[in-house]
Nanobody, 124 residues
Framework: QVRLVESGGGLVQAGGSLRLSCATS????????MGWFRQAPGKEREFVAA????????YYADSVKGRFTISRDSAKNTVYLQMNSLKPEDTAVYYC?????????????????WGQGTQVTVSS
């Protein structure tokens, strides 16, 4: 069983930065593809970023490309999402997800484990 716990959310002004962390527990962390998704009020959950099990490949939604960076530290069993140049439209609850044998990185259905989420609010 994989357990995911997000942290690092908060309130920030537009143009600011935040770093989200996702601490994992359970076996085989290094085998999982890790992803970040977000859900704004009244909207569907959407893909933000993903990183392959090896860390060698990363994937981003067009809306965050060039502003967000996903990374993983296998020694700490932790995944990070560095968010720069934040915009009010980035406001959402951000969820960490883990999946084995993920083929479509942008599909929430490919991930079997989810954290509880952390709120990110960007003020204008």
């Amino acid at each position: 069983q994989v357990r995911l716990v997000e942290s690092g959310g908060g309130l920030v002004q537009a143009g600011g930065s935040l770093r989200l962390s996702c601490a994992t527990s359970g076996p085989m962390f290094s085998s999982y593809t890790m992803g970040w998704f977000r859900q704004a009020p009244g909207k569907e959950r959407e893909f933000v970023a993903a990183i392959s099990w090896s860390g060698g490949s990363t994937y981003y939604a067009d809306s965050v490309k060039g502003r967000f960076t996903i990374s993983r530290d296998s020694a700490k069993n932790t995944v990070y999402l560095q968010m720069n140049s934040l915009k009010p439209e980035d406001t959402a609850v951000y969820y960490c997800a883990a999946g084995l044998y993920v083929r479509d990185y942008g599909s929430a259905r490919e991930y079997g484990y989810w954290g509880q989420g952390t709120q990110v609010t960007v003020s204008s």
